[in-house]
């Protein structure tokens, strides 16, 4: 009946894994504007605030943030929010897709790039006492990966054999999970360390079942970006991984980018997974306790194969 207790790195610090929901792939603060995008921001503090205190009401313990190197991460604020909120955030570090690698690591080797992530891993990320556990989310804009991106790769492969991390992706509009994956089996690491991003963007729903099957963890992360995909795909690609048994392996997030996803902005904020899809997957009649491994069991599981 109890559930083993996990260790998870926090951003106020090592703490047993609270009970509840556990959302997959966020942002809750960062910066990716750009000349032509200056509105890549995520940066109301109060307004990111109120919409996670509210989801500490609907039973969400922790949030995965996948905000790393070159994104504006900043884990200062992320501790301000946990401390605020009650809701454990856990950092992570790591690089984005090349069009947001900071400079010192185009063209560096898999040695290099190693490196400026083992420091984070061993002396603390931001120069905090705070050790990510999650690689992420290290971002593919392929097919074909860009070079840059294949050498992240590699050095995440290499260094799971030296850290207690799980690692999650970034593959762009959906694509390219499959080199993502064999990239980061190249050295030996098990696939239930691994959860490829933004599957639900993906038009071949075989291949995503296909990157379940082989272990990893699948990102169905994306909820309620309908300009993307609409939501009734989501759910019938849900039930499609349930009548294939492929149901454990799926974690779901909102990727909040953006103010303009917040609520106070016209957005759908983060409760809209709670608050508007899960009621669609009941609909859908997927039974209570589908929806509550989707939400609570997989990502759980997902980090507590840190350490293996
Ligand atoms: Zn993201």
């Known amino acids: 009946m109890s559930i083993q207790p996990i260790l998870v790195q926090t951003a106020d ?29 995520l940066d109301q503090y109060d307004l990111i605030v109120d919409e996670i205190r509210e989801l500490k009401t609907l039973g969400v313990a922790a949030i995965i943030e996948q905000t790393c190197l ?28 090349h069009t947001f690698h900071p400079r010192t690591i185009q063209h560096a ?4 790039i190693m490196q400026t992530i083992a420091h984070e891993l061993t002396d603390g990320a931001d120069d905090l006492s705070v050790y990510p556990m999650v690689l992420g989310e290290i971002g593919g804009s392929g097919p074909p990966l860009h070079h840059d991106e294949i050498n992240v790769f590699r050095a995440v492969s290499r260094l799971a054999n030296d850290y207690p991390v799980v690692v999650t992706t970034h593959a762009h509009l959906g ?8 990239l980061l089996l190249e050295h030996g690491m098990s696939p239930e360390r691994i959860l490829i991003g933004h599957q639900d963007l993906y038009a071949d729903l075989a291949e995503v ?5 082989r272990g990893s963890y699948i990102g169905f992360d994306t909820i309620g970006k309908i300009k993307y995909a ?6 019938s690609s849900i039930q499609t991984f349930i009548e294939e048994g492929l149901a454990h392996r799926l974690i779901l997030s909102c990727d909040i980018s953006r103010n303009a996803y917040l609520r106070q902005r016209g957005g759908q904020g983060y409760a809209y997974l709670l608050q508007t899809f899960v009621p669609m997957l009941e609909q859908a009649g997927i039974a209570p306790s589908i929806i509550q491994q989707l939400l609570i069991e997989n990502p759980r599981r997902f980090l507590s194969a840190s350490a293996n």
Request: glycine share 14%; charged share 30%.
């Open 70 to 97: 070159g994104m504006g991460r900043d884990i200062q604020k992320l501790r301000a929010m946990q401390l605020a909120t009650g809701v454990q955030i856990i950092p992570s570090t790591g690089y984005y897709y």
């Open 175 to 182: 694509g390219g999970g499959r080199d993502e994956l064999e």
């Open 13 to 41: 610090g090592k703490q047993p894994l609270a009970d509840g929901i556990i959302y997959g792939h966020e942002h809750l603060w960062l910066d990716l504007s750009t000349p032509r995008d200056p509105e890549g921001k």
């Open 230 to 235: 609409p939501d009734e795909r989501r759910v």
């Open 109 to 112: 080797s898999v040695e290099q």
């Open 209 to 213: 079942l296909d990157l379940a099957r």
